[in-house]
């Protein structure tokens, strides 16, 4: 796994408003956004970004529905970890490459990926950003690490950018394990993560 | 075909990973994955049996090591987490246990001034295994090297982790739990000689865990008479 480092002083893509918000930030000696390639797909890299006190959560929905933001918006409240994020999105390239993918399109496919039940809709109301959300994680897959759309989801998000290793700090436990399903006695034998993965990995011969 | 497998991306990168182990259902890795030690299980194709039942036959052992495994993990069994997998090349992508031995390897090793180690260990594969087969799951190739050791401090829960359910299935038989057992016996005692004593604790343990226990032991008694395969009469 190749981490892509870039500081706001050196990428030439980042947004005024971008290096405003990370000057602002106490630096803790992570990027802000996570930038990981993906070994099945090294033509693709994985952007994965965090906002809270999101104001228009509203419009980023619609704008995702119709197509306007390229990427996927995921309810942080039921992330565990970024690799959460990233297995999603690697089944859904891999699903995408072999013709399988179960939605419309990568993103959407994403966001299935992350539900441990096949039901589309389920899986969006669940995953997906509503409403009334203040938070959201944005993923971006693009095929060049320097041609990202970073700049674009930064300038659209009405919001506080928050380093993605923070995410944690915006789960909901209780819900995750309601969601997946995990029993106390499953915890014994790993962690929630452990358990989250599985489900998503294996959703498709249940 | 032959032509379409190769261009598979999954293929491509197996054949950047360092090749563990091959044996004849299977081809196991080890490399990097989405950032983690992964070890990738590859059931490749039979050239030896007609294209359309190997694929079917491959494809049903897939699912039902991934099911098990799933089974396994929701009744607290520790098995290795599975990532990824992808039902066209057959591969399994699992979490790698870094830094563990299989239990032959263990026991192996061992010296005679650690016999109180072994029992510790005998006595919680028994648990286990009744933990297993009170879920009605059948391993089907219970052996010491189908057992996994985290090296740590004590001998807790998680640090003893069950792999390849590769011949597993559901059953509530006796009889079929009687001959995981026997399996068992017989790998143990012909990897391991002269630990009858150990077994026998492995089976106690085993007796005192699971609710079921008193069918199954009856059974293996029957099968160690007669052997693993069932009389053919009528």
Known sequence: MQYIAKTPQQSELQTAKFIWIASCCVYTGFEM?????????????????????????????????????????????????????????????????????????????????????????????????????????????????????????????????????????????????????????????????????????????? | MAVEKTNNHVLHFLRSAELLKQGAEARVYRGEFLGKPTVVKERFPKLYRHPTLDEKLTHRRTVQEVRSILRCRKAGISVPVVYFVDYTSHCIFLEDIVGSVTVRDYINSAHTSEAKNLEVVARKIGEILAKMHDEDLVHGDLTTSNMLMKRGPGCGEADLLLIDFGLSYISALPEDKGVDLYVLEKAFLSTHPNTEALFETLLKSYSASSKKSQTVIKKLDEVRLRGRKRSMVG
């Open chain 1, 33 to 206: 956004h996570l930038s990981q390639r993906l070994e099945l797909f090294p033509e693709y890299t994985v952007t994965q970004l965090l906002f809270k006190d999101v104001k228009n959560a509203t419009d980023l929905r619609k704008n995702a529905i119709a197509g306007e933001i390229s990427g996927a918006l995921i309810n942080p409240s039921v992330l565990v970890d970024p690799f959460q994020v990233l297995v999603a999105t690697n089944k859904a390239l891999h699903l995408q490459k072999i013709g399988k993918m179960k939605t419309r399109s990568l993103y959407s496919e994403i966001i299935f990926n992350l539900s441990p039940t096949n039901n589309i809709s389920e899986a969006f109301k669940n995953f997906g950003i509503s409403d009334s959300d203040s938070a959201v994680q944005v993923v971006l897959v693009h095929a060049d690490a320097e041609q990202n759309n970073m700049d674009d989801i930064l300038s659209k998000v009405d919001g506080q950018q928050i380093s993605v290793h923070h995410i944690s700090s915006l789960s909901n436990i209780a819900k995750i394990k309601k969601l997946y399903k995990v029993s106390p006695q499953e915890e014994l034998c790993g962690s929630l993560l452990d358990a989250v993965i599985c489900r998503m990995a294996t959703k498709d011969v249940l």
